[in-house]
């Protein structure tokens, strides 16, 4: 005679098969504009730098990427043009050396660079409403963008044969060194906003 097994039991013997993924808990999805810029920034090469700067914007930022990304940029900007005063006050403003000289102008075409970007996106399409058109505004501000970066690491590159004043180059190539790490994280945030959207549109 077959003995029937009761549901109840059933369910206790398959539930030990279960896969465990089943078990574990969702994602939590961000609840407010901070934890929305710390989920942000884990995407960036700097992530508690990109946290630390852009934290107390949290509340005009809320989740908005596109608002994030505009920040980060115009952060960077802000920052880039305190360094270029600093440089050109701090070490000879009318005759710098032809390195110094060569920096100055770098960081000038990175502020463009910045410009541009930030400019390219308060122009934005929505990518919702001509893909084509959004795909090549973002395409720009990323060019914008990587130019200003690699204007900042061509600055920094002109020190490297550099000996005679050790001070001043640590200095400049210090302070440049920061502002590149805004830049790329900056970068980093309009991808993930340009990704967002085209997924999203």
């Not at 410009?115 to 390219?120: A, E, I, L, T």
Request: a negative charge; aromatic letters at 8%; proline letters at 4%.
């Amino acid at each position: 005679m077959v003995t029937m097994m009761r549901p109840t039991l059933l369910i206790l013997l398959f539930s030990t098969f279960l896969p465990q993924i089943l078990t574990v808990d969702p994602p939590l999805l961000p609840s407010n504009g901070s934890d929305f810029i710390r989920l942000a920034c884990n995407t960036t090469l700097y992530p508690d730098l990109c946290f630390s700067t852009l934290s107390s914007f949290a509340n005009s930022i809320q989740n908005d990427s596109n608002r994030l990304a505009r920040v980060a940029i115009s952060l960077t900007l802000h920052n880039t043009l305190h360094l270029l005063s600093y440089l050109q006050n701090a070490y000879n403003r009318d005759h710098p050396t032809p390195v110094l000289r060569d920096c100055f102008e770098n960081l000038k075409d990175a502020v463009d660079g910045m410009r541009g970007s930030m400019k390219q996106m308060k122009e934005l399409v929505s990518a919702s409403g001509s893909i084509e058109s959004f795909r090549f505004q973002m395409s720009n501000v990323k060019t914008w963008l990587s130019a200003a970066l690699t204007d900042e690491y061509t600055c920094t590159d002109g020190f490297k044969d550099v000996h005679e004043d050790d001070s001043i180059k640590d200095d400049v190539c210090s302070r440049v060194d920061d502002v590149k790490k805004l830049t790329s994280n900056a970068l980093a945030l309009v991808n993930r906003y340009a990704d967002e959207s085209i997924i999203n549109g």
